[in-house]
């Protein structure tokens, strides 16, 4: 058959059962979409993770309680009370490489400001962990050594705590109630950003970990000692003081575990960018089931159309037609219906992509790479699942074709 | 001598067109068999025109499609231009179905929903030498042209009359330039002026070299042809040459009564 008649005839029919081909694209649009969106979701969760850690601060170390968990670490994890308060002094007293070292202690409690509350995370700090942190003040000031040695009702909070509990006001010398106990704000975060990430981090309060530990959480024992280390070569050097440093204090037995878990800043990123890539993947695959679906709707009609039109097949085949030519009508027909949902679904997905990074706050980055993808593999649905409907219509046998009604 | 150098090339100057060998073709459905075709034997020169007759049921339609290479015997030869069609393989049946061969069903077969033009241009999309569009296009308008409808081509058939949409399945068969014409009642839904006018088109490009196969129930239209085959129950009851009456001579005596008439 002339070669450029094949799209113009497979057009044509599609055009003349327009409800049809746009029902059966439907499919196609939706699976395509679903597999750009959760790809691009995943793909934005990555690099956001990947932001995040390294606005973890510069030579941070992170020792957790409990032992290094079998074939991964733990993030944040470790109910274990191993880690103490002394801990974190000794590590940064008696190691040269380190320069600071803060006891973290977390705790989620409801703010009451005036008539508003706010339900927030409290986490106990040295003061000297914005510097580890790196993050600055934007106003008013951090809390300092004093305060935290006479455990002071004193609190520092994230942009979210202003924009949420005091509606943008100016928070400095304002006291805000934790279960009665009142807190003096005395600083403001810097905002950490837009995004989800960003204001996760945004939403927060600090203050002495004395304060945390005494008055807020209940708990004796540090849940993360966050460290941070002079320069980067002695990063090694540090990790192994602090580990055999640790092992001396908690009277471990050489033939006895590590009862706790040091790592780098490294660490914690693969970790979480392993984990967000195996999210990636199972998002991906759920929305391939969906393309499948639509591929099994292609199919479908196909299969209904060749049966619709065995009159047609046989008149193109008595006039002149191969069963290759009738074959390669159908199958471009198949392929062109699932480019259509192919495209269909990149204009949706990139809709929902934005949509969903815009209004829940979601990140979300919408990938050249998923859309070749979804385009190439719509291709191969269509060839796919039009290949047997083609192959029927071909091997139809002329007058039989004609007489069907 | 002679002989040799037809086998070299492929043409003889006497050869049939046509080589019917004891055709048979038995329907069976389910478990009644039906005997379409009993025992057919004739051969068709280059350059005649016949006409076949019988009542309806006599195995007229069957025995087009064998010829038509649409559909197979159950036994005997079919020789086309000297080439045993059973030896053949279904895509070389496909290239004489469209170069060769033009053919005209009794119930027009038209692509539905799709303009007479397009209808035309079908047979050339499938050529194997590909036409240019270009081509396509003035092929498919001129054979339009010849049945007297230029001015119907962007009609679809819901939209033509049923004589009308028998002059498009006639122009159909004529656009590719078969050597071979076979048409299945091709003046059964037209009225006896137009019927003439495809007659007489029939005489000319049979005058011009194309042979001619002609099923019809009207002895009248059988007339214009020089041979006449009458069917009956899948046999040949009667073969006989005809003097080959004109149609252009009809129409010019039609056209100068219907103007004395005015
Ligand atoms: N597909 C078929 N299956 C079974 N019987 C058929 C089929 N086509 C035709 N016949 C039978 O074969 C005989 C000849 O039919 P046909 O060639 O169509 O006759 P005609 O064209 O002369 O009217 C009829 O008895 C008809 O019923
Ligand atoms: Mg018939």
Redesign the interface.
Known sequence: ?????VPI?AI?ALR?NTMRTLLTALGIIIGVAAVITMVGLGQGAKSEVEEQVNRLGQNVVLVFPGARQLGGVSIGGGSANTLTVEDAHAIRDEIPEVIAASPEVRSQRVLVYGNRNWFTRIYGQSADYLQIRQWPIESGEMYTEEDVERAALVAVVGQTIVDELFEGADPIGETIRVRGLPLTVIGVLAPKGMSLMGSVQDDIVLVPYTTAFQRISGRSHAMVINVQVFNQQSMEIAQAKITDLLRERHGLAPYQEDDFTVQTQEEVAQAATETSRVMTVLLASIAGVSLLVGGIGIMNVMLVSVTERT??I????????????VMLQFLIESVILCLLGGLGGIALGAIATELIASYAGWPALFSTEAMFTAVSVSAAVGLFFGFYPAWKAARLD??EA?RRE | MEADFSAVTGQHFNMAVIDLQHITRTYTSGSVAVHALRGIDFTLQAGNFVSIMGSSGSGKSTLMNILGCLDKPTEGRYLLNGTDISALKRDELAAIRNETIGFVFQNFHLLPRTSALENMELPLLYKRDPLSWKEIRQKAAEALEIVGLADRMDHTPSQLSGGQQQRVAIARALVTSPKLLLADEPTGNLDSRTSLEIIELFQRLNDEGLSILMVTQEPDIAQFANRIIILRDGLIQTDKQVQKRSAASELQTWKDESESLS
Request: hydrophobic share 35%; proline share 4%.
């Open positions: 058959m002339k070669l450029s008649a005839t044509k003349r009159r047609e046989g008149l193109r085949l008595s006039v002149g037609a191969r069963g290759r030519d002329p007058i004609l």
